[in-house]
């Protein structure tokens, strides 16, 4: 388990300030900045697209998280490649072919990330740990911003806290384990017990506007 990142989800921002919304979480601490792109028919909601990434590339220096829910996805991972994420994360429903998918990524120079439904099990990363640069676990249903944080991720993050430090031990490689929704000051700390190190965080950063930010995502981080 790495030091816990901070990753600002975007989708809760002031969408009318974007450019100044990602500098002010930027300076004010944010490790990623988490981007979620989703397409109105994989799940039930539509947000930005690659011209909009590139857009705010400018703007931070920052990891680009960018989490893609859309479907099929292949045809967009060299767009959003191009326009400047760092991390590109694909949920397994969302294409045929998983494994080609996080080769692609790979292929463009950017870590692969494969995420978790609530319902999907860990099984489906039996045959793709050596293909994946980072694991996310949503932990409520995608879509929306501002949900309740589902229990039963909890068991979900330590298995795969668990195959994580299985198939790293002993060698340089590192694989993210990022948790996805509802993960507000509370919730923060059961997230990293359960294993997680990377936290997404939408509502718990955004809330109170822009002078909040440092201290939203100080609390995020758990005591010091
Ligand atoms: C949901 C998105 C999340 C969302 C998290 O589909 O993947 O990144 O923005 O929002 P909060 O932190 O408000 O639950
Ligand atoms: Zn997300």
Same mark, same amino acid.
């Given at each position: ?29 944010? *490790? ?5 792109? #989703? *397409?109105?028919?994989?799940? !039930? ?5 690659? #011209? ?5 590339? !400018?703007? +931070? ?9 859309? +479907?099929?996805? @292949? ?9 400047? /994420?760092?991390? $590109? ?23 692969? &990330? ?11 990363? *039996?045959?793709? #740990?050596? %293909?994946? @640069? ?8 995608? &879509? ?27 060698? +340089?490689?590192?694989? *993210?384990?990022?948790? %996805?929704? &509802? $993960? ?9 017990? /359960? ?12 809330? &109170? ?5 440092? @201290? ?6 758990? !005591?010091?």
């Amino acid at each position: 388990q790495q030091p816990v990142r901070i990753a600002p989800s975007i989708l809760s921002a002031d969408f009318a300030n974007l450019g100044a919304e990602v500098r002010a979480v930027d300076a004010a601490g944010a *490790d990623y900045i988490h981007i979620d792109v #989703m *397409d109105g028919h994989f799940v !039930p909601n539509l947000t930005i697209g690659p #011209m909009v990434v590139q857009a705010l590339r !400018p703007h +931070s220096a920052k990891v680009f998280d960018v989490h893609l829910m859309i +479907s099929p996805v @292949d045809n967009f991972v060299t767009a959003f490649a191009k326009a400047g /994420a760092d991390i $590109i994360t694909v949920h397994p429903e969302a294409g045929a072919h998983t494994h080609r998918t996080l080769q692609l990524i790979r292929s463009l120079g950017k870590k692969a &990330g494969v995420a978790l439904n609530p319902a999907t099990p860990v099984s489906v990363l *039996d045959y793709i #740990m050596d %293909d994946v @640069d980072m694991i996310l676990v949503m932990s409520v249903n995608p &879509g929306f911003g501002g949900q309740s944080f589902i229990n039963s991720q909890k068991d979900k993050i330590r298995a795969i806290r668990q195959r994580i430090d299985a198939v790293t031990a002993g060698t +340089s490689r590192v694989i *993210d384990l990022e948790v %996805d929704g &509802g $993960i507000n000051a509370e919730m923060a700390p059961v997230a990293i017990s /359960a294993g997680a190190d990377v936290l997404v965080a939408g509502t718990a950063t955004f809330q &109170g506007g822009p002078e909040a930010y440092a @201290d939203n995502i100080r609390r995020l981080r758990g !005591p010091l």
